[in-house]
């Protein structure tokens, strides 16, 4: 997976501020926010990513709240099949066994989170570790690992993914680690790259010569330094595992007791020209839940890219 | 000076791993240090001082960086070959080292003040606030008092440098080992930076390893001067004697590098400079590695020079030397 390019309309930082002022009496500049802040600094300014938050804030706000106000058993058959939007007592229509649209998409959307963080979660895990000891320990650590990454990366993931979701039971968790299990070579190759230049800088040999064991210097010197690529992947990770999730869901292997917005556009694939809505509803929530991560992670890309960052 | 020495490193030879295989980057490397005592390490570029440096705190490039022959004895106690826990022991606890570049030696992400604590609890067991406390004392001492939690890119130059002075130092090392400590820095900051060295040799009697390619440094700071030429050490000897009376041709070529403003105005100074390059350490000529670019170099040149006493403690690898003990 590739990390979104920046839209290019951000200013890009003039000059370097950072060569040595003259005396050491001198204060530089007053003390200002962690670089945290700073990132957030950045965000904020990004319109486009402000509006990926604030939908993404709703859909979790509606997976949250949603089944306590809209207390509609999502696989009830409530009324008619096929009643288009707006029918009575069912705001966004019934599917082809005359269950509720809107209860669907609000409890579907507890899957798609759930699986979409936990398995961009694995993901990372995965794909950070193998990706650090690589990179960090180079040679034969990293020859081996590589090997291993690249057996992964030419496995065909959705294929994969179907066969290890039928091995075993196709419930949400089983999803979610076939998810990561085919996802995590591009974390792992990004965090590698990450380590292998990261560690040839100064700052990593000053803290091998204060005595730093290489478990510290993985975690606590060069993987925060790594951190800002690795957030943008994680964050896009996400949408990626969403779409997985729906696709699985979708050829019905997803898990047949829970609501999925995957799930519904399956199985009212078939009466498309008839309903439209039955399957379009859904796939438009898959798509603004999507949008919206990938929105944010252009904006985070942009907020911690050094070489876009302001000083 | 009497006593053992701290730091005794003798026949060192090192090697590298290249493309082309293994390529020998220090011969025969010896000198020693002594408590409270400060030790020029003098050289171009590429002439092995950083390698030395980096051999005796245990952090040689790898994979490929080894140490072929040789010794480093810390008090006494043979370092080469040590295990990692050792090496752990001596890094920071008994050297520390501080580095060229202030700007690029400090984690980015994290406050310095953060960076010297987490050495104290790794190493000292100190809890989180205590260490906390020691660091912001550390940099109160080498002059960078209530920055603690500032992130190194809130400092200036000169206070990175302290802030990375404070961290070598944090553990009270006996041996602090300088790696162009002010190169990167303006010339006035360069001032106030050796000043606080000498400072904390004064009240700590810490040693201090002082790396640099520049005499004037050493004629500032340094007691002994060890001047190195690709991967040798060529001339030894107390500052005083080694600036005054140079014995190898190289010595007095970087002596005369020093710029001297001249007092009477309008008199243009030509910079001296050495002709020709430091040569690859993969294709040394035979003999004494300096002889190509040396205006004395003679018929002898062509046989590796051994080391020839000039004086008491001073010593040079040149065959002129023996030529004037022969005349003398």
Same mark, same amino acid.
């Given at each position: 997976?590739?990390?979104?390019?920046?839209?290019? *309309?951000? &200013?890009?930082?003039?000059?370097?501020?950072?060569?040595? &002022?003259?005396?050491?009496?001198?204060?530089?500049?007053?003390?200002?926010?962690?670089?945290?802040?700073?990132?957030?600094?950045?965000?904020?300014?990004?319109?486009?990513?402000?509006?990926? /938050?604030?939908?993404?804030?709703?859909?979790?706000?509606?997976?949250?709240?949603?089944?306590?106000?809209?207390?509609?058993?999502? $696989?009830?058959?409530?009324? #008619?099949?096929?009643?288009? &939007?707006?029918?009575?007592?069912?705001?966004?229509?019934?599917?082809?066994?005359?269950?509720?649209?809107?209860?669907?998409?609000?409890?579907?959307?507890?899957?798609?989170?759930?699986?979409?963080?936990?398995?961009?979660?694995?993901?990372?895990?995965?794909?950070?570790?193998?990706?650090?000891?690589?990179?960090?320990?180079?040679?034969?650590?990293?020859?081996?690992?590589?090997?291993?990454?690249?057996?992964?990366?030419? =496995?065909?993931?959705?294929?994969?993914?179907?066969?290890?979701?039928?091995?075993?039971?196709?419930?949400?968790?089983?999803?979610?680690?076939?998810?990561?299990?085919?996802?995590?070579?591009?974390?792992?190759?990004?965090?590698?790259?990450?380590?292998?230049?990261?560690?040839?800088?100064?700052?990593?040999?000053?803290?091998?010569?204060?005595?730093?064991?290489?478990?510290? /210097?993985?975690?606590?010197?060069?993987?925060?330094?790594?951190?800002?690529?690795?957030?943008?992947?994680?964050?896009?990770?996400?949408?990626?595992?969403?779409?997985?999730?729906?696709?699985?869901?979708?050829? *019905?292997?997803?898990?047949?007791?829970?609501?999925?917005?995957?799930?519904?556009?399956?199985?009212?694939?078939?009466?498309?020209?008839?309903?439209?809505?039955?399957?379009?509803?859904?796939?438009?929530?898959?798509?603004?839940?999507?949008?919206?991560?990938?929105?944010?992670?252009?904006?985070?890309?942009?907020?911690?890219?050094?070489?876009?960052?302001?000083? | 000076?009497?006593?053992?020495?701290?730091?005794?490193?003798?026949?060192?030879?090192?090697?590298?791993?290249?493309?082309?295989?293994?390529?020998?980057?220090?011969?025969?490397?010896?000198?020693?240090?002594?408590?409270?005592?400060?030790?020029? =390490?003098?050289?171009?570029?590429?002439?092995?001082?950083?390698?030395?440096?980096?051999?005796?705190? +245990?952090? =040689?490039?790898?994979?490929?960086?080894?140490?072929?022959?040789?010794?480093?004895?810390?008090?006494?106690?043979?370092?080469?070959?040590?295990?990692?826990?050792?090496?752990?022991?001596?890094?920071?606890?008994?050297?520390?080292?501080? $580095?060229?570049?202030?700007?690029?030696?400090?984690?980015?992400?994290?406050?310095?003040?953060?960076?010297?604590?987490?050495?104290?609890?790794?190493?000292?067991?100190?809890?989180?606030?205590?260490?906390?406390?020691?660091?912001?004392?550390? /940099?109160? /001492?080498?002059?960078?008092?209530?920055?603690?939690?500032?992130?190194?890119?809130?400092?200036?130059?000169?206070?990175?440098?302290?802030?990375?002075?404070?961290?070598?130092?944090?553990?009270?090392?006996?041996?602090?080992?300088?790696?162009?400590?002010?190169?990167?820095?303006?010339?006035?900051?360069?001032?106030?930076?050796?000043?606080?060295?000498?400072?904390?040799?004064?009240?700590?009697?810490? #040693?201090?390893? =002082?790396?640099?390619?520049?005499?004037?440094?050493?004629?500032?700071?340094?007691?002994?001067?060890?001047?190195?030429?690709?991967?040798?050490?060529?001339?030894? *000897?107390?500052?005083?004697?080694?600036?005054?009376?140079?014995?190898?041709?190289?010595?007095?070529?970087?002596?005369? %590098?020093?710029?001297?403003?001249?007092?009477?105005?309008?008199?243009?100074?030509?910079?001296?400079?050495?002709?020709?390059?430091?040569?690859?350490?993969?294709?040394?000529?035979?003999?004494?590695?300096?002889?190509?670019?040396?205006?004395?170099?003679?018929?002898?040149?062509?046989?590796?020079?051994?080391? $020839?006493?000039? +004086? &008491?403690?001073?010593?040079?690898? %040149?065959?002129?030397?023996?030529?004037?003990?022969? #005349?003398?």
């Amino acid at each position: 997976m590739s990390l979104l390019p920046p839209d290019g *309309g951000e &200013p890009i930082s003039t000059g370097p501020i950072a060569t040595g &002022p003259i005396a050491a009496a001198e204060r530089p500049e007053p003390a200002e926010p962690t670089p945290l802040g700073d990132a957030w600094h950045m965000f904020r300014r990004n319109r486009a990513a402000l509006a990926g /938050l604030a939908v993404l804030l709703a859909i979790v706000l509606m997976t949250a709240a949603g089944p306590s106000l809209y207390p509609v058993d999502p $696989f009830e058959i409530v009324s #008619a099949p096929l009643l288009p &939007p707006g029918s009575e007592g069912v705001p966004l229509g019934t599917d082809y066994l005359g269950r509720d649209i809107l209860a669907g998409i609000i409890n579907g959307a507890r899957a798609s989170l759930a699986v979409g963080a936990s398995a961009a979660a694995l993901t990372m895990a995965i794909g950070i570790t193998i990706g650090a000891l690589s990179g960090f320990y180079r040679g034969w650590v990293d020859q081996l690992l590589m090997r291993v990454t690249e057996f992964f990366h030419v =496995l065909p993931p959705l294929l994969l993914a179907m066969a290890l979701v039928t091995l075993f039971s196709p419930s949400l968790p089983t999803i979610a680690i076939a998810i990561g299990i085919v996802s995590w070579t591009a974390a792992a190759r990004l965090t590698r790259a990450e380590f292998l230049r990261i560690g040839t800088l100064e700052y990593v040999l000053a803290a091998r010569s204060i005595g730093a064991r290489n478990r510290r /210097l993985i975690w606590r010197v060069i993987l925060p330094n790594a951190l800002p690529p690795l957030i943008v992947s994680a964050t896009l990770t996400v949408g990626v595992a969403i779409l997985f999730e729906s696709g699985l869901s979708f050829l *019905g292997l997803g898990d047949p007791n829970v609501m999925s917005w995957g799930l519904m556009i399956g199985s009212n694939r078939t009466y498309m020209l008839d309903a439209w809505w039955a399957a379009t509803i859904p796939g438009i929530a898959i798509f603004l839940t999507v949008l919206s991560i990938s929105l944010i992670g252009d904006g985070l890309n942009e907020a911690l890219n050094p070489r876009l960052r302001q000083r | 000076m009497s006593g053992p020495p701290l730091l005794a490193v003798s026949g060192l030879d090192m090697s590298l791993a290249t493309r082309d295989g293994p390529v020998t980057v220090l011969r025969d490397v010896a000198f020693s240090l002594r408590e409270g005592e400060t030790l020029g =390490l003098v050289g171009e570029s590429g002439s092995g001082k950083t390698m030395t440096a980096l051999a005796i705190i +245990g952090l =040689l490039p790898q994979p490929g960086g080894i140490v072929t022959r040789g010794s480093i004895r810390l008090r006494g106690e043979e370092l080469v070959g040590a295990g990692p826990a050792r090496w752990r022991r001596v890094r920071g606890g008994e050297i520390g080292m501080i $580095f060229q570049e202030p700007m690029t030696a400090l984690n980015p992400v994290f406050t310095v003040g953060e960076q010297i604590a987490e050495t104290l609890r790794a190493h000292e067991g100190l809890g989180r606030r205590a260490a906390l406390a020691r660091a912001g004392e550390m /940099l109160a /001492l080498v002059g960078v008092p209530g920055r603690a939690g500032d992130y190194p890119h809130q400092l200036s130059g000169g206070m990175r440098q302290r802030a990375m002075i404070a961290m070598a130092l944090a553990r009270h090392p006996k041996i602090l080992i300088a790696d162009e400590p002010t190169t990167a820095l303006d010339v006035t900051v360069q001032a106030q930076i050796l000043d606080l060295l000498r400072d904390i040799q004064e009240r700590f009697g810490t #040693a201090i390893l =002082l790396i640099t390619h520049d005499m004037g440094v050493i004629a500032e700071m340094a007691d002994r001067v060890a001047v190195m030429y690709a991967g040798r050490i060529v001339e030894d *000897g107390s500052a005083a004697a080694v600036l005054s009376r140079p014995a190898h041709p190289y010595s007095r070529a970087l002596i005369a %590098c020093i710029p001297r403003p001249r007092a009477e105005a309008g008199e243009r100074h030509l910079l001296e400079e050495i002709p020709g390059l430091v040569p690859s350490l993969a294709r040394l000529p035979p003999g004494c590695a300096f002889a190509p670019r040396c205006p004395a170099a003679f018929a002898r040149c062509r046989g590796a020079p051994p080391s $020839f006493a000039t +004086g &008491p403690g001073h010593a040079a690898a %040149c065959w002129l030397v023996e030529a004037t003990e022969v #005349a003398t």
